[in-house]
């Protein structure tokens, strides 16, 4: 099947409900494989057929539920978003202003106390209706737009709980206020709650406002990285540098960037050189010196030189808009935990309705005079206090700033449940070559035992010109550096964690491991002291064989990375067992463990037996994460319960991973684990306010109370409970920020 996806931006979700009520719509539209709403980011992610479904049917799926998506091109660049954003605040602060003034002149005029100090027209019920009505139903639509449009698809959310409730509070009022005498008629004493209505509308409004700032700060992250983008670009185009748009920038376009400038694209330096500081992506506040050959990658900063460059990825191609992309989806997704209070949300809403309706009933049958004024103001109490606001923020709001924090430090986190299972793991599994050692070895010793030195290095450099190991590289270079001739070999053959073979001239040519010259018969027991010395020295010792006589030794080291060993020590700090896994024979691998203080060491394992080795420690009951950088650990990153790839490594290993160290720093797997524990700390300790929060006060707005202690929930308290919960939840979430990882 053919799929896309995409993102759309989504006004008018308030909580929980929302989402669901969302997702069940665009789940029904033909050609939806996926649909994944976040509350916090006010997006929809929906993966789709797009033979089947197109934007205007997903658009008609929003607009059908009550809510209002924006297509793509509709989406503001980020100045323009700000300033609709500043302004929706605004109107949003001047309705709460007019909702809680008239509220308040309203509570004068009406409460028993403070109504013998109003001005006497306050007192007027047709006056406190005129003050109510543009609230009820001006300020106040909003509810009713979202609640016809759920009401039609037979569901319901918060807009609805407070719909009815405000409706039931002002039309009570309303008819108080024009037949006060059939209302007397009944025994009841004429006595209008157009306060209850107002201040309600006014203090949810206000808990939104608050809420809204709050939330703002979730998404700061993402702001920040579009922030680094440079604006123009000097382009040298027949001869002649201009100043364009960065957005006018091509591929192949000849680039110069002087001391202090940013570096609006990625490219390959072609002339002069500079040093550069790459701690946007790296997080290393030291530059890195930059010559002809060299990469640069967009948005890092010139520090000393003047360069030209050729940019070789421009626009949504770069690595900044790759990262902006990867934390945006994750900010989007959603964490197996939030399923919980989605779950829960779907059932929520309906399960409040029949309360309310119960609780009117028992107070009507039940509770003192007046029956009908009690069993009303406590059955709008019930509906406002239950808005599932809280629980619908609870856990998104915690993954953005989480997801976001992580970018900061160059961790980039693929989705939400990458982020939730990384708390749980117990045993991280870390491939040598270019993970915990550079990737860049060196050839340190050769051990001529027939023929000379040169011969050796020239067949062995020969044999490797045809392979992509790194060992490979590392052997060419020596070739070059003395001036061995690299000559053409015919059936060349890589053998999978063993070495390579084929025929140089008339003579069949082997250079690889123990196993291999074993394999193919070829005796090197005499030479084995040489070969355990360099070994013990942590050396990988490769042996070239031709004619089937072993003619050499060659050793070569790889040098461990600087952040490897404090990083390996944080992990085992946290108590977290560290496994290295390699190709190398056991006496080497365990001379470069020692190193590091990694006792636990698969050696000798082939690239496809990295994934049996994960899934073998997984059998254990363990939670594994593996880290690696080359195409050959790609299946073990897959297969591992959180995968995590170095940024430095290749795309198929970053694809197959859940989590990018665009730093390549070994110690930020710890901060990633450390990050994910705060952030689950969090979200628990939001779902515990959300939910505690709701199975502590419904019961209070019922008037579980009333019988032993006379208390009551004013559901004019209740709104504002309400509005604190959400901002606390939000709140709660932003402390991250501050957490050091």
């Known amino acids: 099947m053919q799929e896309t996806k995409k993102t759309f931006a989504i006004k008018g979700m308030h909580c929980a409900s929302c989402v669901v009520l969302i997702e069940d719509s665009l789940k029904k539209v033909p050609g939806v494989r996926e649909a994944s709403v976040n509350l916090a980011s006010e997006k929809a992610t929906v993966s789709y057929d797009p033979n089947l479904a197109t934007d205007e049917h997903i658009m008609s799926a929003v607009s059908g539920a009550g809510y209002q998506a924006l297509l793509k091109e509709e989406v503001k660049n980020e100045d323009e978003t700000k300033k609709e954003k500043l302004k929706e605040l605004f109107i949003l602060r001047n309705k709460v202003i007019f909702s809680l003034v008239s509220g308040a002149l309203i509570l004068w005029g009406s409460f028993p106390i403070l109504m013998e100090t109003a001005p006497k027209f306050l007192t007027i019920f047709w006056v406190q209706m005129m003050l109510a009505t543009p609230v009820q139903f001006w300020i106040g639509a909003a509810f009713y737009r979202a609640t016809l449009p759920a009401l039609k698809h037979r569901t319901a959310n918060m807009d609805t709980l407070v719909a009815i409730g405000t409706t039931i509070a002002y039309f009570y009022s309303a008819f108080v206020t024009i037949f006060p005498e059939v209302v007397k008629n009944i025994g009841i004493e004429p006595m209008p709650y157009f306060d209850v209505a107002t201040i309600v509308i006014g203090l949810i409004l206000l808990g939104r406002y608050f809420e809204s700032k709050a939330k703002a700060g979730t998404g700061e992250a993402i702001r920040k990285l579009i922030a680094l983008q440079a604006k123009t670009a000097r382009v040298i185009r027949d001869g002649v540098e201009i100043d364009i748009p960065i957005e006018q920038v091509s591929v192949g376009d000849l680039i110069r960037v002087r001391p202090g400038e940013k570096i609006p694209v990625d490219g390959e330096v072609a002339d002069g050189n500079s040093s550069v500081d790459e701690s946007m992506i790296t997080g290393e506040s030291i530059p890195v010196e930059k010559t002809k050959g060299g990469t640069v990658v967009g948005a890092t900063m010139n520090k000393t030189g003047t360069f030209t460059f050729k940019a070789t990825k421009v626009g949504s191609d770069t690595m900044l808009a790759h990262v902006i992309k990867l934390v945006e989806e994750a900010q989007g997704s959603k964490a197996p935990i939030q399923r919980v209070a989605d779950l829960v949300s779907s059932y929520f809403v309906p399960i409040v309705l029949m309360l309310a309706v119960a609780t009117f009933v028992l107070w009507y049958i039940f509770g003192p005079v007046p029956v009908l004024t009690y069993a009303l103001l406590n059955m709008i109490a019930v509906l406002i206090i239950a808005c599932p606001c809280a629980m619908g923020l609870a856990t998104p709001t915690a993954i953005m700033v989480g997801t976001g924090k992580g970018a900061e430090h160059g961790i980039l986190i693929k989705d939400a449940e990458s982020l939730e299972l990384a708390h749980k793991i117990d045993t991280v599994v870390f491939d040598k070559t270019g993970t915990l050692t550079k990737g860049?070895?060196?050839?340190?010793?050769?051990?001529?035992?027939?023929?000379?030195?040169?011969?050796?290095?020239?067949?062995?450099?020969?044999?490797?010109?045809?392979?992509?190991?790194?060992?490979?590289?590392?052997?060419?270079?020596?070739?070059?550096?003395?001036?061995?001739?690299?000559?053409?070999?015919?059936?060349?053959?890589?053998?999978?964690?063993?070495?390579?073979?084929?025929?140089?001239?008339?003579?069949?040519?082997?250079?690889?491991?123990?196993?291999?010259?074993?394999?193919?018969?070829?005796?090197?027991?005499?030479?084995?002291?040489?070969?355990?010395?360099?070994?013990?020295?942590?050396?990988?010792?490769?042996?070239?064989?031709?004619?089937?006589?072993?003619?050499?030794?060659?050793?070569?080291?790889?040098?461990?990375?600087?952040?490897?060993?404090?990083?390996?020590?944080?992990?085992?700090?946290?108590?977290?067992?560290?496994?290295?896994?390699?190709?190398?024979?056991?006496?080497?691998?365990?001379?470069?463990?020692?190193?590091?203080?990694?006792?636990?060491?698969?050696?000798?394992?082939?690239?496809?037996?990295?994934?049996?080795?994960?899934?073998?420690?997984?059998?254990?009951?363990?939670?594994?994460?593996?880290?690696?950088?080359?195409?050959?650990?790609?299946?073990?990153?897959?297969?591992?319960?959180?995968?995590?790839?170095?940024?430095?490594?290749?795309?198929?290993?970053?694809?197959?991973?859940?989590?990018?160290?665009?730093?390549?720093?070994?110690?930020?797997?710890?901060?990633?684990?450390?990050?994910?524990?705060?952030?689950?700390?969090?979200?628990?300790?939001?779902?515990?306010?959300?939910?505690?929060?709701?199975?502590?006060?419904?019961?209070?707005?019922?008037?579980?109370?009333?019988?032993?202690?006379?208390?009551?929930?004013?559901?004019?308290?209740?709104?504002?409970?309400?509005?604190?919960?959400?901002?606390?939840?939000?709140?709660?979430?932003?402390?991250?920020?501050?957490?050091?990882?």
């Open 440 to 741: 860049m070895p060196e050839v340190t010793d050769i051990v001529v035992i027939s023929g000379d030195r040169v011969s050796a290095l020239s067949g062995a450099a020969s044999l490797e010109k045809g392979s992509e190991h790194p060992l490979a590289e590392a052997i060419i270079k020596k070739a070059e550096a003395e001036k061995a001739d690299v000559r053409k070999v015919e059936q060349f053959k890589a053998l999978s964690g063993l070495g390579v073979e084929g025929m140089i001239g008339d003579a069949k040519a082997v250079l690889g491991n123990r196993k291999l010259l074993s394999e193919i018969g070829i005796s090197f027991e005499k030479h084995e002291e040489d070969i355990a010395r360099l070994e013990n020295e942590g050396k990988t010792v490769m042996m070239f064989a031709q004619n089937g006589e072993l003619r050499a030794l060659i050793a070569v080291s790889d040098t461990i990375k600087d952040s490897a060993k404090e990083g390996v020590s944080l992990l085992q700090k946290m108590g977290i067992e560290v496994v290295m896994i390699t190709g190398d024979n056991k006496r080497t691998a365990q001379a470069i463990g020692g190193k590091l203080g990694i006792t636990n060491i698969l050696s000798e394992v082939m690239p496809e037996e990295k994934e049996i080795s994960v899934r073998k420690l997984q059998s254990e009951g363990r939670k594994v994460a593996m880290v690696g950088d080359g195409i050959n650990d790609a299946p073990a990153l897959a297969a591992s319960d959180v995968g995590i790839a170095m940024g430095t490594g290749t795309d198929v290993a970053i694809e197959a991973a859940d989590i990018t160290l665009i730093n390549a720093d070994i110690r930020s797997v710890a901060s990633a684990i450390k990050l994910s524990k705060a952030t689950m700390r969090v979200i628990k300790q939001n779902l515990f306010w959300a939910f505690g929060y709701n199975i502590i006060l419904i019961p209070v707005a019922m008037g579980a109370l009333y019988p032993a202690f006379h208390i009551l929930f004013n559901p004019i308290l209740a709104s504002l409970a309400m509005a604190f919960s959400s901002v606390s939840v939000v709140s709660n979430s932003l402390r991250l920020k501050t957490k050091k990882i």
